[in-house]
């Protein structure tokens, strides 16, 4: 049908697409509703990542046992997406297919690295998050292609993670938001560190390579307060009528802060 009707759009769980339907902002001629194909939700456990059904809802990421042990920043971020009936009905597909820029699934899939394994007719391809998402709303997906699946990297017994996010009301988009994972070596020396933010660019970035000439060392406070400052001095947040550029600033550097804070409490397991 994509092939045929040209300007066809699929819905998944509508959250996205009928608002903009309702406010005329977008005017489709065709839907294909995604809706009952099952083969298109789950999550699965495969070698050293965890396949995910682009048609799952953010709730069954959210409380997904598998995530929760091997991916546990994905299901932290789906669990704080909008409110219980958005989550219900919401999936993760369609979250990154909109490609919002404050959203939660475009940054941890940007921070992850994970796959986005996408079909058209007959053809099949395998695009990397940081090709899949090209700024606010675009993605590289053609108009004959729809995604049916995402990987994401298992993480490591050693890795410790922290998603840490500022709105002003719950269930809000995040003005800013923050997801970790850090890796430790057997010597509690930080191996490697994959850092993504919303809210200091015009769309999610992950920042990790900006992290290298902090790794090899202890966690400390004085490391952590190096390093948050460095990572300030690569944003490029924006000004809006009630959300100053500088606002942004602030929170993040409270928020990088707290996230390894929090992961490294996690590390010692002395937090959940
Ligand atoms: C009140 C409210 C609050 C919200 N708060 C948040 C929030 O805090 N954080 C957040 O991240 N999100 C939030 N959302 C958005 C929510 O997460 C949506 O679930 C998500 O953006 C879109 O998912 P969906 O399944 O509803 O997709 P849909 O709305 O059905 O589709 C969205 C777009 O993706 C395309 N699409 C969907 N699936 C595919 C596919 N498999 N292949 C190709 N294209 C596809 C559609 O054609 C459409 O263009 C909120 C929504 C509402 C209404």
């Known amino acids: 049908m994509l092939d045929q009707y040209p300007g066809t759009k699929m819905i998944a769980g509508g959250q996205s697409l009928a608002p903009m339907m309702n406010m005329r902002m977008a005017h489709i001629e065709q839907l294909i509703d995604l809706d009952l194909l099952s083969e ?8 050293s990542q965890v396949v995910i059904g682009a048609m799952t809802r953010h709730h069954a990421v959210a409380n997904s046992a ?4 091997q991916c546990p920043l994905l299901a932290a971020a ?11 009905r919401g999936t993760i597909g369609g979250s990154l297919c909109h490609a919002d820029p ?3 699934m475009p940054l941890i899939a940007l921070t992850l690295n994970a796959q986005f394994h996408v079909k058209s007719l007959g053809q099949e391809r395998t695009i990397a998050a940081a090709d899949f998402f090209q700024g606010a709303m675009t993605t590289a ?21 922290a998603f840490e996010l500022f709105n002003r009301r719950h269930g809000d988009y995040a003005i800013v ?12 020396l930080i191996r490697n560190i994959r850092i993504g933010l919303n809210g200091v660019a015009d769309f999610a970035k992950d920042y990790s390579a900006d992290c290298e000439a902090f790794l090899h060392q202890p966690y400390s406070e004085q490391w952590v307060a190096e390093l948050t400052q460095h990572l300030m001095s690569k944003f490029a ?21 707290s996230a390894f804070q929090r992961a490294h409490r996690r590390f010692l397991k002395e937090e959940a």
């Not at 598998?66 to 042990?69: V, Y």
């Not at 997906?141 to 993670?161: G, M, V």
């Not at 947040?237 to 409270?254: G, Q, T, V």
Request: proline fraction near 2%; aromatic fraction near 12%.
């Open 237 to 257: 947040p924006f000004d809006e009528e009630r959300i100053s550029a500088s606002y942004r600033l602030d929170l993040s550097k409270s928020l990088i802060t």
């Open 102 to 104: 404050a959203a939660q």
């Open 78 to 88: 789906a669990k704080t997406i909008g409110h219980y009936v958005i989550r219900q």
């Open 66 to 69: 598998i995530l929760q042990q």
């Open 177 to 188: 938001s923050v997801a970790l994972a850090v890796e430790y070596d057997a010597s509690h």
């Open 40 to 47: 298109l939700s789950g999550i699965k456990a495969a070698s």
């Open 141 to 161: 997906l053609q108009e004959n292609e729809f995604l049916y699946a995402i990987s994401y990297p298992c993480f490591s017994h050693q890795t410790a993670w």
